[in-house]
């Protein structure tokens, strides 16, 4: 062999072992020999720094191992050695070393009998050390754990809020037949637990045989949109028994909202349906104006000048009068039912008009469920209130 082969074998064999060694501590992985006749043990550099031992001190006998073991996982090596010591096939465990104060890793050991005709002469291992490998595991159990208890606590809070939302606004059972109109209201949750707002409807017939019809929404999410929302709509119940119109009971809402309500802002239409004549008159605060079905063709009505519950305290609610004829329908909602992070609001709009033509007016509660199918179902994001009100004629 000449000498330029053998000091091309040479460079091979050790970049080979430089390639080893850096895979080594790339797997934290290392591996040691101990020959059972001679008493020879031969170690890694990888698997003295998974011990934490001065390859100076040299390496440990196999007896020696028990020494740095957690006493709850003695019976683990005691077992590894005693199945080795029987010679028959490769058997690993997992147990956790103290390297030092407050320092215990977590170490898997596959050991390998080495044979002769004579018997067992030795034993080969490979030695990892897992404790990232653990810790990420826990750490990923902790987090299931936590996520498990929120969604627990998420459905239990969800249920306290849409309990609460019923006590304070229950939804009637199909349609409400009052003077010349059938009614029927949804309320459609939001999908998200945290998403469940203050949407809120009125539909009831006043002394003097006129009907208040009313919906809104109250800024926020969660229980104190919910406590605002029930002290808006009581007062509105109270104030309408003063007979003002529309807008006076917008000005007043608004002057609640602004000193009693703080830093919350709502939006409203409050308006008043004569029987006898058909005619709608409203007011409305920053909502979406209602759409009217006529003759099978979907509108929405020019709203009144009017802003946010809230917004400011000086700005006059204006007065529209709309005339409603038998067989119309009119639809009046909160902004969670057209408004969705995906499409845009017109978007939303042309798709609920769309659907309200298809409404029919003698199981308008029916139509309603049919409507809220027809646009996508529920919105993830924020919850809405629905109000149908067909005037006499649609059977």
Request: glycine share 10%.
């Amino acid at each position: 062999m000449s000498a330029a082969t053998e000091v091309g074998g040479h460079l091979d064999c050790e970049l080979l072992a430089v390639r080893l060694a850096h895979a080594q501590r790339l797997g934290n992985m290392g591996w040691a020999e101990w020959n059972l006749r001679t008493g020879c043990i031969i170690w890694s550099d990888q698997t003295y720094s998974i011990f934490g031992r001065d390859p100076d001190d040299g390496p440990l006998r196999l007896a020696e191992v028990a020494d740095h073991v957690e006493p709850a996982d003695l019976a683990a090596l005691d077992e590894l050695l005693w199945t080795v010591g029987q010679g028959v096939e490769p058997v690993q465990a997992e147990f956790r070393i103290r390297r030092g104060a407050g320092d215990v890793r977590n170490l898997r050991m596959v050991l390998e009998p080495l044979m002769a005709p004579g018997g067992p002469t030795g034993v080969h291992g490979v030695i990892q050390d897992i404790t990232g490998r653990r810790r990420a595991e826990r750490i990923m159990s902790e987090s299931r754990r936590q996520l498990l208890e929120a969604r627990v606590q998420a459905a239990e809070e969800r249920h306290v809020m849409l309990a609460l939302r019923e006590a304070i606004l229950p939804e009637p059972v199909g349609c409400l037949d009052l003077p010349r109109t059938r009614i029927a209201v949804r309320y459609v949750p939001a999908e998200k637990t945290a998403s469940l707002g203050g949407d809120w409807f009125e539909a009831a017939a006043l002394p003097d045989d006129r009907v208040l019809l009313a919906i809104g929404d109250v800024s926020g999410h969660g229980l104190p949109a919910i406590a605002h929302m029930a002290q808006l709509r009581h007062a509105l119940i109270g104030l309408t028994m003063t007979g003002a119109p529309p807008n006076r009971l917008l000005a007043w809402l608004n002057d609640l909202v602004l000193h009693r309500l703080a830093d919350t802002t709502a939006t409203a239409i409050v308006g008043h349906l004569d029987t006898a004549t058909g005619v709608f008159t409203w007011g409305q605060a920053g909502n979406l104006a209602p759409i009217l079905v006529r003759d099978g063709v979907a509108s929405q009505l020019d709203p009144p000048r009017g802003v946010l519950l809230g917004a400011a305290g000086d700005r006059p609610y204006r007065l529209a009068t709309t005339e409603l004829r038998d067989g119309d329908l009119l639809l009046m909602f909160t902004d969670g039912l057209v408004e969705r992070r995906d499409r845009d609001i017109d978007e939303g709009l042309d798709l609920v008009m769309t659907a309200a033509c298809k409404l029919p007016g003698c199981d308008l509660d029916e139509g309603l469920d049919r409507l809220l199918t027809d646009i996508g179902g529920p919105n993830p994001e924020d919850d809405a209130c629905l109000l149908a009100v067909g005037i006499l004629g649609w059977c």
